[in-house]
């Protein structure tokens, strides 16, 4: 009994310290759209906004879609936060290319909060996002893209004090993209086999996929928001982010790709937030193995180490990764499938 009741004081003092390690700042509302949702990126820092070309750009870049095989589905799912019961995080996205007609994606973004302890709320809640992404190609290597959301947010279902009315709302959301890929291809090193005309895998191989990729990313942008007082209205947590990926080596035996990515949180008073570090070699288009950092280069310091890998088979992937960003390491899975139609 005295046991569990050590436990119960530990668990409630970590979930404080992880608020107020979420606290710097201004307030924000809607943090789990901060979640990388890839395994696959987790991996490798937290980069996608110049190398991600599967159904994980209606998250990372909406433009990256026009790059997107014919039909392509992915999901995946973490525990952010280890030690804490119930909280989980899901992405899922189905995509479509329709070549001369864009590239249409609906995605679905899950925070489970759970019912932790001292929780006065009499249900478990989940915050949600769902969107809707097009994207068009402007050439072979440049593309624009767009996405539509609607986010769901609770912060309980009963009124708390003085307060009237249940902490729940519905919000709308908007993202802008811009893609180039391909660009200096002569820096790529190519064995001989890669100069034969490859095709699409859901981790970002293309027909020209070769030199520098640049992407820059305007995400979840929209009006403050209000659960019931219009005067304690927070901002949604939008980001700007700029990508450069760097295919090195790029061949049937062995690719190397380098990526990082520049993010700044708009909400904050700072220029550059975070910084995105992550590589990938690739094995036989099999294996693949990753690794990464993630740097905070703002406010409270919060820098990790990342790493994971995936394998593939005929359009069918699966990935892991792991990091460390609060007291427990956190491990992300997902799994992808992919259709090319020649």
């Known amino acids: 009994m005295i046991l569990a009741q050590i436990k119960k004081c530990c668990l409630v003092v970590l979930v404080l310290l992880l608020n107020m390690s979420f606290s710097y700042g201004q307030s924000t509302t809607g943090r789990f759209l901060l979640f990388t949702p890839s395994a696959r990126s987790s991996g490798m820092g937290g980069v996608g906004v110049a190398n991600d070309y599967s159904p994980y750009a209606t998250y990372f870049n909406p433009s990256n879609l026009a790059f997107s095989p014919a039909f392509a589905a992915v999901g995946s799912f973490t525990r952010p936060f280890y030690f804490i019961d119930d909280v989980a995080h899901s992405y899922f996205s189905v995509s479509t290319n329709l070549n001369d007609f864009g590239a249409i994606g609906i995605s679905a973004n899950l925070y489970w909060e759970g019912n932790q302890i001292g929780d006065y709320r009499q249900e478990d809640l989940t915050d949600w996002q769902m969107k809707l992404t ?7 290597k440049i593309a624009i893209g767009v996405g539509l959301g609607i986010l769901k947010l609770a912060l309980s279902d009963v009124g708390v004090g003085t307060e009237q009315g249940h902490g729940k709302t519905i919000a709308a959301s908007a993202d802008l993209g811009l893609a180039a890929k391909g660009f200096f291809p002569a820096l790529t090193f190519l064995f001989d086999s890669s100069k034969e005309k490859t095709t699409y895998s859901s981790f970002g191989d293309t027909q020209d996929d070769r030199g520098i990729s640049l992407g820059i990313a305007l995400r979840n942008i ?34 190397v790709l380098l990526a990082s990515d520049l993010e700044n949180r708009i909400y904050e008073g700072s220029l550059v937030d975070y910084i995105h570090w992550g590589g990938e ?62």
């Open 281 to 342: 070699l690739r094995i036989y288009r099999i294996l693949f193995l990753r690794a990464g950092y993630y740097q905070d280069t703002f406010g409270q310091k919060n820098s990790y180490l990342t790493w994971g890998g995936g394998i593939q088979f005929y359009g069918v992937n699966f990935n892991i990764a792991h990091y460390q960003q609060s007291l427990w390491p956190s491990w992300h899975f997902d799994g992808s499938f992919s259709l090319e139609v020649l």
């Open 134 to 140: 097009y994207a068009h190609s402007l050439n072979d």
């Open 222 to 255: 929209g009006p403050k928001i209000t659960m019931i007082d219009a005067a304690q209205a927070d901002p949604i947590a939008s980001t700007l982010s700029l990508g450069l990926s760097y295919s090195l080596v790029c061949g049937t035996p062995l690719r």
